[in-house]
């Protein structure tokens, strides 16, 4: 497979949509890793899936995407064009509409606790459109949605992994309880990676959500874990109260979110100290979160 540069995509849009091929292309700042993305021209971008397991997520957007736009409060990725394998590129890939924006940092966010209640009050429009057309939690969007018993083997191999820095029986116990109940309501559409990489902010407000390739429906405690990697507590527990969801879907949402703190501290401490240490933090408010509801 080529390298996924400017130049490959220059090359595609040129073959596939030469009424396009005078626009130029350029890297976007923060240009993702499950998939690489460009600008092209001022008004679009191009969005390529860096390896095999990212391709089923192209036709998904667009798909679903349009429908989903249209009954949300805030901008979504809008498909304009849908390539095809060619220049040496085995996959399909995207032309969107551009949003503009900037990933919501905590130094780029005004009020915190605003911004919390805008985000569930998206998070609720989401999960209010019907979803009885939609794609169950699966392969394709590495089972956001479903059930945190996919990854019980990745979870407790880590947890013994780092048992010589963190309370093993404590982290076990935390997972437990996340396993321990399901979601018994109707599935619900999911976004499946709400991060502030997705989250887009104009003038220190919320103003667009991002990246649907996780998207389906299920269970939406996976919805739920920004609330430990981003927000503090005021907000945190300003978006607790607006999603209004329970106990048992919190527990689930601490699993989702230990179990990706666990996978990524064990993987990358030898390797990459500063974001070990960002999972890290994260670990801390699970542990003082899951003691404060257990009390």
């Known amino acids: 497979m080529p390298e996924i540069d400017a130049q490959l995509v220059e090359r595609l849009v040129a073959a596939q949509f030469p009424h396009w091929a005078h626009l130029p292309v350029r890297p976007v700042v923060a240009g993702g890793w499950?998939?690489?993305?460009?600008?092209?021209?001022?008004?679009?971008?191009?969005?390529?899936?860096?390896?095999?397991?990212y391709v089923a997520q192209v036709e998904k957007e667009h798909r679903f995407l349009p429908a989903l736009g249209a009954r949300l409060p805030l901008p979504v990725p809008a498909p304009v064009g849908l390539g095809k394998p060619g220049e040496g590129y085995p996959w399909p890939w995207s032309v969107y509409r551009w949003i503009?924006?900037?990933t919501a940092k905590r130094e780029r966010i005004a009020d915190m606790v605003?911004?919390?209640?805008?985000?569930?009050?998206?998070?609720?429009?989401?999960?209010?459109?019907?979803?009885?057309?939609?794609?169950?939690?699966?392969t394709h969007n590495f089972h956001r949605g479903g059930?945190?018993?996919?990854?019980?083997?990745?979870?407790?191999?880590?947890?013994?992994?780092?048992?010589?820095?963190?309370?093993?029986?404590?982290?076990?116990?935390?997972?437990?309880?996340?396993?321990?109940?399901?979601?018994?309501?109707?599935?619900?559409?999911?976004?499946?990676?709400?991060?502030?990489?997705?989250?887009?902010?104009?003038?220190?407000?919320?103003?667009?959500?991002i990246d649907f390739g996780s998207s389906g429906v299920g269970d939406p405690a996976c919805d739920l874990v920004i609330a430990w990697t981003l927000f503090d507590g005021p907000a945190a527990q300003a978006f607790r109260e607006r999603v209004?969801?329970?106990?048992?879907?919190?527990?689930?949402?601490?699993?989702?979110?230990?179990?990706?703190?666990?996978?990524?501290?064990?993987?990358?401490?030898?390797?990459?100290?500063?974001?070990?240490?960002?999972?890290?933090?994260?670990?801390?408010?699970?542990?003082?979160?899951?003691?404060a509801a257990a009390a």
């Open 34 to 53: 499950d998939n690489r993305t460009f600008h092209l021209g001022d008004e679009m971008s191009v969005r390529l899936p860096s390896a095999e397991r």
């Open 100 to 102: 503009e924006g900037e």
């Open 114 to 138: 605003r911004f919390a209640g805008d985000l569930a009050d998206f998070l609720l429009a989401l999960w209010r459109i019907d979803a009885s057309a939609g794609p169950p939690a699966g």
């Open 147 to 209: 059930s945190l018993a996919v990854y019980d083997e990745e979870a407790r191999r880590s947890i013994e992994i780092l048992a010589d820095e963190l309370d093993a029986p404590l982290m076990t116990g935390i997972w437990e309880r996340a396993l321990a109940s399901t979601w018994t309501e109707k599935p619900v559409w999911v976004h499946g990676d709400v991060a502030e990489g997705n989250l887009l902010v104009r003038e220190g407000r919320l103003s667009a959500v």
């Open 244 to 291: 209004a969801l329970g106990p048992d879907t919190w527990e689930r949402a601490r699993g989702w979110c230990l179990w990706k703190a666990l996978i990524t501290i064990a993987d990358l401490r030898e390797k990459d100290g500063r974001r070990a240490d960002l999972h890290r933090r994260w670990l801390g408010r699970i542990v003082s979160d899951h003691l």
